[in-house]
């Protein structure tokens, strides 16, 4: 069955980066793109980007373009999601999904990653 | 600020209908993709390619479309449909996806 295994919960400091990864099984990783979404407390859902990772092409939501990088490796049937400059703003849980085939619906999703910007 | 307007909440009482709807331009254009939210866990798409329910929803989450609308009906909900459900499409650029507010439904 398909599951997206998602890094742990991380604290940053205002101003540094994040890495998180999502690592995909169950389905053949280069057929389907890959969503991120984010979600801060008590918030709704806010859409970042997506990746193919059949090819690595990208597109990003313009709140975060130039501050996010998507990227993927097949090696791995990884994906991540770089975010930097961060402030406290960015708090929140970011998820990965993958995207249904012939449709954008994010059919599986990963289990979020808790993100903490705090001094 | 989202593109998609939902309202904040509704109520239904168990076993009633409750539809929930979710406004935007870009609706005019694109479907609605509408995914149910339960406390401390990850959405779960209920309704995709307009009206489609993936294995394992119950029939009575169904959809619908008009002009700048989208909407999804619960018929007879149950206590287990308490959530937040989110529609989700694409943006007025076509190029880029964006979620509703949401909406959250209380089953009384």
């Known amino acids: 069955q398909v599951h997206l295994v998602q890094s742990g919960p991380e604290v940053k400091k205002p101003g540094a980066s994040v890495r998180v990864s999502c690592k995909a099984s169950?389905?053949?990783?280069?057929?389907?793109?890959i969503n991120w979404v984010r979600q801060a407390p008590g918030q709704g859902l806010e859409w970042m980007g997506w990746i193919s990772t059949y090819n690595g092409d990208t597109g990003y939501a313009q709140n975060f373009q130039g501050r996010v990088t998507l990227t993927s490796d097949t090696s791995t049937s990884t994906a991540y999601m770089e975010l930097r400059g961060l402030s406290s703003d960015d708090t929140a849980v970011y998820y990965c999904?993958?995207?249904?085939?012939?449709?954008?619906?994010?059919?599986?999703w990963g289990q979020g990653t808790l993100l903490i910007v705090s001094s | 600020s989202s593109e998609l307007t939902q309202d904040p909440a509704v109520s239904v009482a168990l076993g009633q209908t409750v539809s929930i709807t979710c406004q935007g331009d870009s609706l005019r254009s694109n479907y609605a993709t509408w995914y149910q939210q339960k406390a401390g866990h990850a959405p779960v798409v209920v309704i995709y390619g307009v009206r489609f329910r993936p294995s394992g929803i119950p029939d009575r989450f169904s959809a619908s479309s008009s002009g700048n609308t989208a909407s999804l009906t619960i018929t007879g909900a149950q206590a287990e449909d308490e959530a937040d459900y989110y529609c989700?499409?694409?943006?007025?650029?076509?190029?880029?996806?964006?979620f509703g507010t949401g909406t959250k439904v209380t089953v009384l």
């Open positions: 989700h499409s694409r943006d007025s650029s076509g190029l880029r996806y964006v």
């Open positions: 169950g389905y053949t990783f280069a057929d389907y793109l």
């Open positions: 999904a993958r995207v249904l085939r012939g449709d954008f619906a994010l059919d599986f």
